[in-house]
């Protein structure tokens, strides 16, 4: 009961349904704001841009830059980290607009946007920065440190109460919340219960334009249908879906309520970041077929040592209920898919029979439920199933593609497991080609290089820095490790903050290319102002007065002001009489 008389939200009904492919007001008003702060930041950043910087002010056309950062538990959280604190010491961080998320650097952008620091690095103890304060929190893995079990139960009963559906996904995303949100010290958001930290409280960090406008995915899993991309932002959560056009969000506080035809049946919890952070990193929810398709791509034995040793990652606990649940759909006498003659064909007929069993997935109530729009046939479904969306590929690209954000440079941080032929780049290509959304043709080579350039008309500039590790990095970064040394997070986060820092002249001319584009379509309209500024007649000074004439002006004006001053006497005479009368 305390839990929810702390929440704002748990009496309200007045959610807001949007059917619309355009910004809400909030984002709209919040990019207004932002932009003000990264003019300024473009002016420190590209020293002799002031001028254009101005007019593309004025247009309202300053570039838009996104960062876009890629699933990998821990090793995306700090590598992502990394990159934004190389983006800070070049002063890019305040001259972005987006920072998109995807699984494990979700985590890193919902810590850091939660917290209130604003300085991503460095990690030295005596730092007050965001880095220096998760290498005390991640030097144990989830079940250990500064971790409440009342807490993480509470975060499980409050929903079976108010009967919100419960999956693993809520345990997982509890111990998330305690290991990354528990007592942050955020200035303005209460984190003494990691379980009242809520999406909605990050606007204490986008309503005054100071940081990066956060946007979180994951993806709506449907039997024998495509994925259905959804994005979290601190105003809305809800989805565009290009295959039919159908665009659909809810405000963030009512995600997960119980609705009906738009209306909210019964008070109830909001969603935390903490579960909202199991959802967008619950890889492990993967069913079969999933991990055929993400995991195995050949039958070597060094895919099977990789399967065994990411299994073995995962902390204990969570493994034993995973197993347990996993193992359910196959109690019918079916062979465990590992123990057959070949990986794939082992994993082909799994697909036939249990492929689509999923291992507690996210489950949360639909807000579209009976609502009145012929538009979908989602209206029919009361609960809807959400996974981590690097199941369909592993960056979070599709919300920086909305027409309507008009993002001009996005910056990927692809922290992948397997980089080398950039597969997760190329399916995010494939993905906008089969939707008919403009983008570049991806070279497979890229993701051998530290980084690499693509351009389209039409489309966004793509700067792609792929995370190339070396042998000993690689023992020490495996996506389910969920716990790591100063040493190691120090390690990982040079790396990318390096990649960063070294391609500065890189990222700073791509800027400078959109700014003189975009000027061009101005150039006439800057000529013929300059022109206008020219070609005005110049003032000649006027011809001053001989003595004689002054003296001729001034004794007209002195006889016309004692003219003035008679009447004036006279016809106060005639007033000061009249008053004399009336007594």
Not at 21 to 49: D, F, H, V
Request: aromatic letters at 10%.
């Amino acid at each position: 009961q305390n839990e929810i008389k702390s929440d704002p939200f748990a009496n309200r009904t007045d959610a807001k349904i949007r059917l619309s492919s355009t910004l809400n007001e909030k984002e709209e008003q919040y990019i207004k704001i932002r932009m003000a702060k990264i003019k300024l930041a473009l002016e420190k950043l590209l020293p002799g841009y002031k001028e254009k910087i101005d007019l593309l002010s004025k247009k309202d056309e300053l570039p838009r830059i996104a960062f876009c950062g890629s699933g990998g538990g821990y090793r995306a959280m700090i590598a992502t980290l990394g990159a934004f604190y190389g983006a800070q010491n070049i002063n890019l961080m305040d001259a972005t607009l987006y920072a998109a998320g995807l699984s494990g650097s979700t985590w890193a952008i919902a810590g850091w946007t939660t917290s209130g620091i604003k300085n991503v690095g460095p990690i030295n103890s005596s730092s007050n920065t965001y880095l220096a304060q998760l290498s005390d929190r991640i030097r144990k893995d989830l079940f250990h440190g500064d971790v409440s079990k009342e807490q993480v139960a509470l975060a499980i009963l409050k929903k079976i109460k108010f009967k919100q559906p419960v999956s693993l996904v809520d345990l997982y995303g509890a111990l998330l919340g305690q290991k990354l949100l528990l007592n942050l010290k955020a200035p303005d958001i209460s984190t003494s219960n990691a379980n009242s930290v809520l999406l909605p409280y990050q606007d204490h960090r986008t309503n005054n334009g100071q940081w990066p406008y956060p946007i979180y995915t994951a993806v709506m899993a449907q039997k024998n249908n495509p994925y259905i991309w959804f994005e979290f932002t601190p105003d809305e959560v809800g989805f565009h879906n290009p295959a039919n056009n159908f665009d659909a969000y809810v405000d963030s506080w009512a995600f997960g309520r119980n609705m009906d035809d738009g209306i909210i049946k019964a008070k109830g919890p909001s969603q935390s970041v903490g579960y909202m952070m199991g959802i967008w990193g619950s890889a492990f929810t993967a069913n079969i077929s999933e991990i055929k398709d993400n995991f195995v791509n050949d039958d070597s034995p060094s895919i099977l040592e990789k399967t065994s040793k990411a299994i073995s990652q995962i902390p204990k606990p969570i493994r034993a209920l995973l197993f347990d649940q996993l193992l359910t759909p196959l109690k019918s006498g079916y062979q465990v898919p590992i123990l057959g003659p070949s990986l794939k064909d082992s994993f082909a007929k799994a697909g036939k029979s249990v492929g689509q069993a999923r291992v507690s997935p996210a489950v949360v109530h639909n807000f579209l439920y009976q609502y009145k729009t012929p538009k979908t046939t989602l209206i029919n479904t009361k609960n809807i199933t959400l996974v981590d969306a690097g199941l369909d590929f592993n960056l979070p690209l599709p919300p920086l593609m909305r027409p309507d954000r008009k993002v001009d440079l996005i910056i990927i941080l692809d922290q992948s497991d397997e980089t080398k032929g950039a597969p997760e780049f190329i399916k995010a290509e494939q993905y906008f080609k089969k939707h008919k959304i403009t983008f570049p043709t991806i070279d497979p080579a890229a993701g051998n290089k530290t980084v690499s350039l693509f351009k389209k008309a039409d489309s966004p500039t793509l700067v792609y820095f792929p995370l190339i590790r070396d042998k000993k990095m690689q023992d020490y970064t495996g996506t389910f490790k969920m716990k790591y040394s100063k040493d190691e997070l120090r390690t990982l986060s040079d790396l990318t903050f390096s990649n960063v820092i070294q391609n500065k002249d890189l990222i700073i001319d791509q800027i400078k290319e959109i700014i003189d584009k975009r000027c061009e379509k101005y150039k006439d309209e800057i000529a013929q102002e300059s022109n206008t500024q020219t070609q005005a007649p110049s003032k000649q000074p006027a011809t001053q007065p001989s003595t004689q004439q002054q003296k001729k002006a001034a004794k007209k004006i002195k006889d016309t002001a004692v003219n003035i001053a008679h009447k004036a006497k006279g016809e106060f005479n005639k007033l000061k009489d009249k008053i004399k009368s009336w007594f």
